[in-house]
């Protein structure tokens, strides 16, 4: 078997979604752009080198929406948005919700989603441990999400579930269960889009049913699109960034300490989470519009290109001593966000979380400890985010 070959072998394994990193290190350096055949069967690319996938991030021969690539019977109603568009749809979709998310809508939102934490950490305050995971690093966005969007914060659990499980479906068959789960939260929001129609109120979805109403700026499916992207993109995402922050800060004590003591430098330490082990493992697809040469290589149209955002971060071109977690590492353009067109739309929202999230943990509970085995740690396996199932913390409140 060539180099390349085991190389391959080595990607989507049980080893690999556990530690990525050694192989992402090999790939850079022998074929940063390597062809292969990805778990759901398509046959692409795989970017892993920073230059490479800066450009490929901003290439506009890369097409979002499969159905000019491959036929609108490979759509479906949860990629009707603009992460899934290109222009002029793209722009059109992301102008509908741009403005509930500028810096400064996100900043005035900062002492509700300090008393968010706060009320989540006092919950947890009865007893020693918590699973970082489900009783914070979850709640505390998809309370956000939910409110910026206007549906009743009860409903998270079946939020999460839908949203778990039309993330795994992208790699595997859609089983009846995927098939169940869209079902149900389509119905949902059929139900609730009826009631915002007979009493809107000044929340995110009341102002897209409107723009739908008005015929001309959305369609119905694309309002179901955008509203689903939301939900998703709102919370799968920011809970990694909580959770794969605090194990950053627990395998570097000596940067959790500077912290603790420097609560002011959480800023370069929220942008260090996000490129040591980013919450969004690879970008989305695209797909090649031509027959074309990127870099080097020879695409055929409809290729699929993926990019890795969390090997692109560690290359040792634009990061020096890439594998080492340094909070006061100078300015870092990481691809955590992406780049391009499609640059997250939530990134204020998202660093603001992470900031109160981390900080409020470290304040309320300073000598919290892991209470497993680093070893123990399930990461959650799949081709998108990265994050692990479970964190249980001892917290220690008196010590
Ligand atoms: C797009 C990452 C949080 C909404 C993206 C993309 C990335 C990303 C990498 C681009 C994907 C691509 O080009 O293929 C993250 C990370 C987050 C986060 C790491 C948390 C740490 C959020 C939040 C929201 C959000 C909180 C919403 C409230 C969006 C939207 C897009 C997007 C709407 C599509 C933008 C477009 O296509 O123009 N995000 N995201 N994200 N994200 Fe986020």
């Known amino acids: 078997m060539s180099a390349n070959e085991s190389l391959k072998n080595a990607l989507f394994t049980e080893e690999f979604t556990q530690n990525p ?57 949860f990629s009707t948005n603009m992460l899934f568009a290109d222009p002029p749809d793209h722009k ?8 509930g998310f500028t810096p400064q809508r996100i900043a005035d939102m900062r002492s509700h989603i300090q008393d968010i934490a706060d009320t989540l950490l ?17 709640k505390l966005p998809i309370i956000v999400i939910s409110e910026i969007l206007g549906v009743p914060t009860e409903d998270q659990d079946k939020f999460r579930l839908w949203s778990n499980s039309i993330i795994g479906a992208s790699n595997r068959e859609t089983s009846e269960e995927v098939a169940q789960h869209m079902h149900e939260f389509i119905a949902y929001l059929k139900d609730w889009f009826a009631k915002v129609r007979e009493n809107p109120g000044d929340d995110m ?5 409107m723009a739908e109403d008005q015929g001309d700026r959305l369609s119905e499916q694309e309002l179901y699109g955008v509203v689903t992207l939301m ?6 995402t920011t809970v990694n960034l909580i959770g794969n922050g605090v194990l950053a800060l627990l395998e570097y004590p000596e940067q959790r300490k500077l912290l603790q003591e420097q609560p002011e430098l959480i800023h370069g330490a929220i942008e260090e989470m996000l490129r040591y082990n980013g919450p969004v493992e690879f ?27 969390n090997s692109a971060n560690r ?9 080492l977690f340094n909070i006061t590492r100078e300015k870092s353009q990481h691809l955590a966000f992406g780049k391009g067109i499609h640059l997250c739309l939530g990134a204020p929202l998202a660093r603001l979380e992470g900031e109160i999230a981390i900080n409020t943990l470290l304040r309320r509970y300073p000598h919290f400890e892991l209470q497993a085995g680093v070893d123990e740690l399930r990461w959650r396996p799949g081709m998108i985010v990265r994050g692990v199932e479970e964190i249980p913390l001892a917290l220690h409140p008196e010590s």
């Open 21 to 77: 990193y050694p192989v992402y290190e090999k790939l850079r350096q022998s074929e940063p752009i390597l062809n292969l055949k990805f778990p759901d069967g398509r046959y692409g690319w795989l970017i892993t080198r920073y230059d490479e996938a800066v450009a490929a991030l901003k290439e506009g021969r890369f097409i979002k929406d499969i159905t000019k690539a491959y036929g609108a019977e490979h759509t479906s109603v």
């Open 315 to 323: 290359d040792a071109g634009p990061f020096e001593h890439p594998d």
């Open 122 to 138: 006092h919950e947890a305050s009865a007893k020693d441990t918590m699973n970082l995971i489900d009783e914070y690093a979850f």
């Open 231 to 236: 939900i998703i993109a709102g919370h799968e």
């Open 205 to 209: 979805i009341s102002q897209l049913v």
């Open 92 to 99: 059109r979709l992301r102008g509908l919700v741009q403005k």
């Open 283 to 309: 970008s989305t697809s695209r797909w090649a519009a031509e027959d074309m040469e990127f870099h080097g290589v020879q695409m055929k149209k409809g290729d699929l290109v993926v990019v890795s955002l």
